[in-house]
Every structure is written in C-alpha cells, then in structure tokens.
C-alpha cells in the first residue's frame, strides 16, 4: 500500500511587488494559578523579603 501526501502550493509571480494589509485581532487570556505553598512563601508575613 503506498501513502501519497501533497500539499497545496501557489505561486505567483509579478512584475511588482505585492501589497497584502492584513488587520489581526488577537485576543489571549492568560490564567496563572498559584499552589496554596507558594502563596503563603509569597505572602506579606512570610518574612521572606
């Protein structure tokens, strides 16, 4: 049995160069969670700074 795999390919050629504006919106959330030990050392009486 023989896989054949291709992908697309596109190819244009010009005399000029090509503008392209392309306006991305990225949106991202970031989420840190902190274990219950490293917020007690990172607390304000912990002493440690």
Do not use: G, W, Y
């Not at 596109?10 to 504006?21: A, D, F, G, S």
């Not at 007690?40 to 700074?49: C, H, N, P, T, V």
């Amino acid at each position: 049995m023989f896989i054949i795999a291709c992908t697309h390919t596109v190819q244009v050629e010009t005399k000029e160069p090509i503008t392209i504006n392309i306006n991305v919106k990225v949106d991202h959330e970031i989420r840190v969670k902190v274990d219950k030990e490293l917020d007690d050392i990172f607390s304000d009486d912990s002493e440690l700074f």
